[in-house]
């Protein structure tokens, strides 16, 4: 079946460090891609997707390359902030025929200190 | 911004209770989900819906119920409140119209506390 797999946290950076949270998946087929950020006590919310190979997903700053050589879907940010702080969670939504589920990733806590 | 909405955010309750979380969106899509969110902060899916009347369950067996008598409406049940259901439950909805583009978008949560 589907699985996602992401790098454990947390994850503590500096103000302005470069972020790079690994994401790999298993899945049949040509899945879409997703990253979703979750701020405390919030639900989740999508920061980026991309639903074919070679597609690079980007917002606020995020970034993220669908790559099928290698199954995997890194997030990167040049310049992390305090207010980045959240939880990240890698999703992969598999070929039509599986009821379109999502299968997440465990989630991965960054901590950005000053 | 998605359109979607959680009652109550918070919800402090005895053991034995029958509660019922509400879940609500704008956006008219046919397919809506909830999620039961663990302290370790995996994500389950426990019900799904891909339209009126439709209701399914998901990945992780739960003692909940749903229904889905309108479009924009997704309430979950839980007849006899247990403080095993303690937990962070998150709605979400999404278009299958949309194809290889289909988004699921969430709700603010729910986070549950069974005395």
């Known amino acids: 079946g589907d699985s996602v797999t992401q790098m454990e946290g947390p994850v503590t950076l500096s103000e302005e460090a470069f972020l790079t949270i690994n994401c790999t998946y298993t899945?049949?087929?040509?899945?879409?891609l997703f990253w979703y950020v979750q701020y405390p006590g919030e639900g989740l919310q999508l920061l980026l997707k991309?639903?074919?190979?070679?597609d690079k997903g980007s917002n606020k700053g995020f970034e993220a390359t669908y790559r099928k050589e290698t199954t995997s879907f890194h997030l990167e940010k040049g310049s992390v902030q305090v207010s980045d702080s959240a939880v990240y969670f890698c999703?992969?939504?598999?070929?039509?025929?599986?009821?379109?589920?999502?299968?997440f990733g465990t989630g991965t806590q960054l901590k950005v200190e000053l | 911004e998605a359109d979607i909405y959680q009652t109550p955010r918070y919800l402090v309750i005895g053991t034995g209770k029958k509660i019922t979380l509400e879940c609500s969106q704008t956006?008219?899509?046919?397919?809506m989900y909830w999620y039961q969110q663990d302290p370790g902060m995996e994500l389950h899916l426990i019900h799904y819906?891909?339209?009126?009347?439709?209701?399914e369950k998901g990945d992780l067996s739960s003692e909940s119920t749903v229904s889905r008598i309108r479009t924009e409406h997704f309430p979950l049940t839980l007849e006899s409140a247990r403080p095993s259901h303690t937990s962070q439950y998150l709605c979400?909805?999404?278009?299958?119209?949309?194809?290889?583009?289909?988004?699921?978008?969430f709700g603010p949560g729910t986070r549950l506390l069974v005395l």
């Open positions: 956006m008219g899509h046919d397919k």
């Open positions: 999703a992969l939504r598999g070929a039509p025929g599986g009821g379109n589920k999502l299968t």
């Open positions: 979400a909805s999404s278009d299958p119209l949309a194809g290889h583009l289909e988004t699921q978008y």
């Open positions: 991309a639903t074919k190979a070679d």
């Open positions: 819906s891909y339209g009126v009347n439709s209701t």
């Open positions: 899945a049949t087929g040509y899945p879409s």
